[in-house]
């Protein structure tokens, strides 16, 4: 009679466990969506696809409960990417063309994921590297996430404690900065437990300088590298090292997310997703593929892809199938059920079809474009042209080593042609040369930070570092000697000014002069701030950007501020020593 009843009822219970695996929310029913992005980590670099070396069982644990898309492709940099992601749609048409000096803010008619969300009753945030725009209205806070913790340019100069924002706001970090931003994304979890909720991390490691705890860098320091990358001459072993000890420290913060969400009674309500903004940002294992950070060759575009749905998504499953950062605004959208809002064609398609076990024909005959530095390549699911036009057949040849253009010449012709058309109709929306102005006095913040890294130093004044971000501005000798932005006021207003700075004594009592338009403060140095550069403590491997310094702020006073554009003039009238000031940042909060 039992296994009359087994028999009986078993169907039944497929039945019912397909249906739960399919199931959809209903009503009010709204899943939670936690996306987790990480800077400069390559495919190669966890242990889910195939890294011998590196410990990440919590994000192994997480390939498992999900799904893998395991030919998923980002931009070769990190700005292009998180603007494919935030709009679903190829950065270049949002003019994103740079990762600094403004070139990496999205333009202001494209709508954002979190836009979206927001307008679906969703409460936002995002804790990490921006990298979209850093003041209003290209901020964040302005681009619909309502909550904000971390820094909006290209890298920080410290991990350690590093100053932050938080809503706009200057703000001290407290302690390792992914720890921190991990803190911060948990907070806001347990505060909107009860309501559904958007959260980005974009984590900031294993991007450089390559700093990491001390209990993760002893885990790696003597460590033998079990793998090696194809061109082991340019392979910088401690830099290898210090990533994988980097990328342990990402895994233990997402095992905490994944805790926190399980403790909280949330993992069955909420989508997971985890992947990286480009290759990695060195030469090493990544699987032998061509290509690292930079490059619009395979090691250059691939990342590590995990979506993660506790009984609604099949798990343990890997899907070859070729897909693209741009997908998962639209898939998201198409599989949390709510209404899209997005003004703008997506260039990414919904995936939800093929998540859930069915033939997706849009993607059978799909291509991808990779673009960058006026470069570009084209991938379809056999085969990529490259760059320079050569043909390679990702399936016999995933290294590309082989060029087969003459044996496939059919194909390479039509993949030619669509390259060239993308470029003609496509590329040519994103701009030659950056004219937008900087933002200033934006009704959305109370406060405009304006850092070196997005002015222009006149005269003799030179950056830290050829590098813009997290640079700062040295070497005043002259009164004719000047600081520049080009900026643009929302409105009339007064706005209270400080600067951040560091001299020495010998430079108290000189004369500092801010103007625009015709309108000027004048303050005088009263504190030294003798500070010796920093970072280097730090360091696991030797850094080729600027190291950093803890610049103190000069309360300016009151600047009037008409509105138009012009030029933001920060100079010396009375120096009283050279080659001493240095300069970080200055803010402007509206006053009236």
């Not at 395979?298 to 749905?309: N, T």
């Not at 990702?394 to 470029?423: A, G, R």
């Not at 701009?431 to 913040?445: A, C, E």
């Not at 009151?558 to 001493?580: H, M, Q």
């Amino acid at each position: 009679m039992l296994n009359l009843i087994k028999t009986i009822l078993l169907p039944f219970a497929v039945l019912m466990i397909n249906i739960h695996t399919n199931a959809q929310p209903q009503g009010n029913s709204k899943p939670n969506i936690i996306i987790i992005l990480a800077d400069d980590q390559g495919w190669g670099d966890l242990g889910f696809t195939g890294n011998k070396t590196v410990s990440t069982p919590h994000i192994n644990k997480l390939s498992k409960n999900g799904i893998v898309l395991n030919r998923f492709f980002v931009s070769p940099v990190c700005s292009p990417t998180r603007a494919e992601l935030l709009t679903g749609r190829y950065h270049v048409r949002g003019s994103v063309s740079g990762t600094s000096n403004g070139t990496e803010r999205l333009d202001l008619d494209e709508s954002t994921i979190a836009d979206a969300f927001k307008k679906n009753g969703y409460t936002t945030g995002v804790f990490g590297k921006w990298h979209n725009g850093g003041q209003a209205p290209y901020h964040p806070n302005s681009r619909g996430f309502q909550e904000f913790y971390g820094f909006c340019f290209g890298h920080s100069g410290n991990y350690f404690n590093p100053i932050l924002e938080h809503n706009g706001l200057p703000i001290k970090g407290d302690g390792y900065v992914t720890d921190d931003l991990t803190n911060h994304g948990i907070s806001f979890m347990e505060k909107n437990r009860d309501k559904p909720f958007l959260i980005y991390f974009p984590f900031n490691t294993p991007h450089s300088p390559m700093q990491v705890p001390d209990e993760y860098w002893n885990n790696y320091k003597n460590k033998t590298l079990v793998q090696t990358g194809s061109q082991l001459k340019k392979e910088n072993i401690n830099h290898t090292k210090a990533a994988l000890a980097m990328t342990e420290n990402i895994d233990w913060n997402v095992g905490r997310i994944m805790k926190k969400l399980k403790e909280l009674k949330l993992v069955e309500n909420t989508i997971v997703i985890y992947f990286s903004d480009n290759g990695p940002n060195g030469f090493r294992w990544n699987g032998n593929m061509k290509g690292i950070k930079g490059s619009t060759d395979e090691g250059g575009v691939r990342s590590p892809f995990i979506i993660q749905w506790k009984n609604h998504l099949q798990k343990g499953k890997v899907l070859n199938q070729i897909t693209s950062v741009m997908d998962i605004f639209p898939t998201l959208v198409d599989i949390a059920g709510i209404e899209n809002h997005q003004v703008k064609p997506f260039d990414g398609i919904s995936l939800k079809t093929l998540l859930y076990n069915q033939v997706d024909k849009n993607l059978q005959d799909r291509m991808i474009v990779s673009h960058w530095n006026r470069k570009t390549s084209l991938r379809t699911q056999d085969f990529r042209l490259s760059n320079e036009n050569e043909l390679y057949d990702m399936n016999l040849d995933p290294d590309q080593k082989t060029d087969v253009k003459n044996k496939f010449s059919e194909i390479y012709l039509n993949l030619n042609k669509q390259k060239k058309d993308w470029e003609n109709n496509i590329l040519v929306e994103m701009p030659l040369t950056d004219k937008r102005p900087l933002i200033v006095g934006h009704p959305s913040l109370e406060m405009t930070m304006l850092p070196a890294s997005e002015g222009e130093g006149k005269g003799n004044i030179v950056r830290s570092n050829r590098f813009p971000n997290s640079s700062y501005f040295k070497q005043w000798r002259t009164k004719e000697d000047k600081v520049i932005w080009d900026i643009e006021v929302e409105e009339d207003g007064e706005f209270e000014v400080e600067i951040y700075y560091a001299c020495s004594e010998g430079n108290v009592g000189s004369e500092m002069r801010l103007m625009f338009n015709g309108n000027e403060i004048i303050s005088k140095i009263l504190r030294s701030n003798d500070v010796e550069t920093k970072g280097m403590e730090n360091d696991r491997v030797t850094r080729e950007e600027s190291y950093v310094k803890d610049f103190i702020p000069m309360k300016f006073g009151n600047l009037r501020l008409k509105k138009g554009k012009g030029n933001l003039e920060l100079s010396a009238l009375i120096l009283k020593k050279i080659d001493d000031l240095e300069f970080n940042l200055v803010t402007l909060k509206r006053m009236k």
